[in-house]
């Protein structure tokens, strides 16, 4: 119905920068909220950073200053432009968006993408 499909995650060293995006596809009347999370090795998943239709803004205390959400709402699209990274940012990174559709407001995820941070 509604598929996210992420992108642009891969391997960085410590200090360096990555940008994430996540497109969203399939029967859209409104992206209410698009966001990141991520789920490092052998933990929970975790809210990063989400952004609302009107354009606000959350963000978790550990990436503040070093990660900026975006969104393209002509594209449907979520970016995520993560600098200073470290290795404890290294996670899967997951797209996550509320979208009204077909029967109503409902969750979708993205099936990830991996970030690894060297030391």
């Known amino acids: 119905q509604v598929q996210l499909v992420e992108s642009g995650g891969g391997l960085v060293q410590a200090g360096g920068s990555l940008r994430l995006s996540c497109a969203a596809s399939g029967v859209i009347f409104k992206i209410n909220r698009m966001g990141w999370y991520r789920q490092p090795p052998g933990k929970q998943r975790e809210l990063v950073a989400t952004i609302t239709s009107g354009g606000s803004t959350d963000y978790a205390d550990s990436v503040k200053g070093r990660f900026t959400i975006s969104r393209d709402g002509g594209k449907n699209t979520v970016y995520l432009q993560m600098n200073s990274l470290k290795p404890e940012d290294t996670a899967v990174y997951y797209c996550?968006?509320?979208?009204?559709?077909?029967?109503?407001?409902?969750?979708?995820w993205g099936r990830g993408t991996q970030v690894t941070v060297s030391a």
């Open positions: 996550n968006a509320d979208v009204t559709t077909l029967g109503g407001i409902r969750e979708f």
